[in-house]
């Protein structure tokens, strides 16, 4: 019976989960495409774009804290209130100022506008880390994998969705009429989640955990797991990568399409979530998800060098798709190591610092590589001296610089997949995994060090208690309407 409900209340958390990643892509999608599209800045989009990663980097180990103090239910409200009123106040910005005052560039209204609904987005963050954690709760270890591959399929599908939905919008309604559809959508996350029940106990404070940003608690987590460390700074550093595509992916395709078969043709490359989530979800990642994702990183490097390789709408858009569909795995690997590795009642501060630093990553090359590449790469690739020295490689066209950089930035990504293999963080976090006890959820009795200590000796560790019921919960969730 506490399996059913623990499944049933996975599936709810999804739901809610797909309503609200919709709503929150839905505006931040529209609002880069309405500024390229008013301005035609690719130094615009790259600054919002790595301002939400700048933002998710700053709050991200916050929001790890708080789920750790916090009931996941409770979490996930806070979340879609606070969501709900940035995307208010963001209305009546945008009632309040003309649309060339929120369009300059040069004002203040274009940063407060952005800022606010940026903000609105990057508060969803607080909701995935409770929703990884919610795995580790409600998922015995050996579906974990799976369940994280539906977590996959659950963005992917808001990916599609928003991808096609946003540029219909801002296309046919505009800006104002797309906060308002955001608003409503928001406010009815907020309704479905108050019908949701999480069968979860009152974690239990910790007493080394005084402030409300508990990074040596998170500190403490990553160095008792050897080699995690080693993992998060390798998906930082794709993350660097990552920023090249996060700046360039929008103005390229608006080069290609317009806002409305963008929006389409991003659609289409989404379901490559989908597909890639779904397979996870079918058929796991394998004994050693360590080893798959150095496999996938590698694979998309490969793919990010060569699909904008000639400026052919067809290329692209099924590169783009190959692409996506190897984020939901990599992700997914990332995740189920976490999950068997860090003790429950600290995971969600590991996630946080590992979104902190990822995130930090991306912004850095997205505020770097917009401003070289409009004035520098992308004025080059268009003179005669550019087409004489790269035409034979990347062809011709209008967005021959953004090729460019994106070739380079693929090739790095394979060389440091390749490398990773080779290291001895590889094989001590291999190790690790094979060999990590199970989870207690209800943690130990008092006196007694957590069963689920990621910092285990192997040897305990490989006696660890299989028939612990991991993700059996504390109550019923009654209480408190969690």
């Keep these: 019976m506490e399996r059913t409900a623990a499944k049933a209340a996975f599936g709810n958390v999804l739901l809610n989960t797909l309503i609200a ?27 919002i774009g790595g301002a939400y990663m700048l933002f998710i980097a700053f709050f991200a180990m916050v929001f790890g804290t708080i789920v750790d103090r916090h009931r996941k239910h409770t979490v996930m409200l806070l979340s879609s209130v606070i969501s709900a009123v940035a995307f208010l106040i963001a209305g009546g910005l945008y009632l309040w100022q003309p649309e060339a005052a929120l369009l300059d560039l040069g004002g203040p209204w274009f940063w407060l506008f952005s800022a606010v609904i940026l903000f609105g987005g990057v508060i969803e963050q607080l909701r995935n ?14 579906k974990r994998a799976n369940a994280n591959g539906l977590v996959g399929t659950v963005q992917g599908l808001a990916f599609l969705v928003t991808s096609v939905f946003s540029g219909l ?26 019908f949701i029940r999480i069968p979860e106990g009152t974690p239990q404070p910790d007493p ?83 080893r798959t994702l150095l496999i996938i990183v590698m694979a998309m490097g490969v793919l990010g060098a060569v699909f904008m390789i000639r400026e052919w709408w067809p290329l692209f858009v099924i590169g783009m798709w190959m692409y996506m569909a190897l984020v939901p795995p990599a992700e997914a690997a990332e995740q189920t190591i976490i999950q068997k590795v860090v003790p429950f009642d600290r ?49 011709e066209g209008q967005a021959r610089g953004i090729a460019l950089i994106c070739l380079f930035a693929g090739l790095i990504m394979v060389v440091a997949g390749g490398l990773a293999f080779f290291t001895r963080s590889y094989r001590k976090l291999t ?29 305990t560790a490989r006696g660890g208690r299989a028939d612990v019921p991991v993700r059996e919960p504390a109550d019923d969730g009654r209480t408190g309407g969690t």
């Design 21 to 47: 990643n919709v709503t929150t892509s839905f505006l931040w999608f529209a609002l880069t495409f309405w500024v390229y599209i008013e301005t035609q800045s690719v130094l615009a989009t790259g600054i």
């Design 129 to 142: 880390i409770a929703l990884s954690t919610t795995v580790t709760l409600l998922v015995e270890e050996e």
């Design 169 to 194: 919008s801002i296309g046919f309604l505009g800006m104002g009429w797309t906060l308002a559809i955001a608003i409503v959508a928001m406010a009815l996350t907020f309704v479905h989640l108050l």
């Design 208 to 290: 080394n955990a005084s402030s409300a940003l508990d990074f040596r608690g998170s500190v403490t987590a990553i160095r008792l797991a050897p080699g995690l460390f080693a993992l998060i700074i390798f998906s930082t550093f794709n993350n660097l990568i990552g920023g090249v595509y996060m700046a360039l992916m929008d103005p390229y395709g608006l080069t290609l399409f317009d806002a409305q078969m963008w929006g389409f043709a991003l659609a289409f490359a989404s379901t490559g979530f989908l597909i890639g989530g779904g397979l996870v979800a079918k058929f796991g990642l394998g004994a050693k998800p360590m």
């Design 347 to 395: 995971q969600g501060r590991v996630f946080g610092v590992a979104a902190a630093m990822e995130a930090a990553a991306a912004p850095i090359t997205a505020f770097l590589i917009a401003p070289i590449a409009e004035f520098l790469i992308i004025p080059f690739m268009r003179s005669p001296e550019g087409d004489a020295q790269w035409g034979w490689l990347l062809g």
């Design 431 to 459: 190790d690790l995994y094979a060999h990590a006890p199970e989870q207690d959820i209800d943690g130990p009795a008092e006196g007694q060090e957590p069963h689920g200590h990621a910092g285990s000796d192997p040897v």
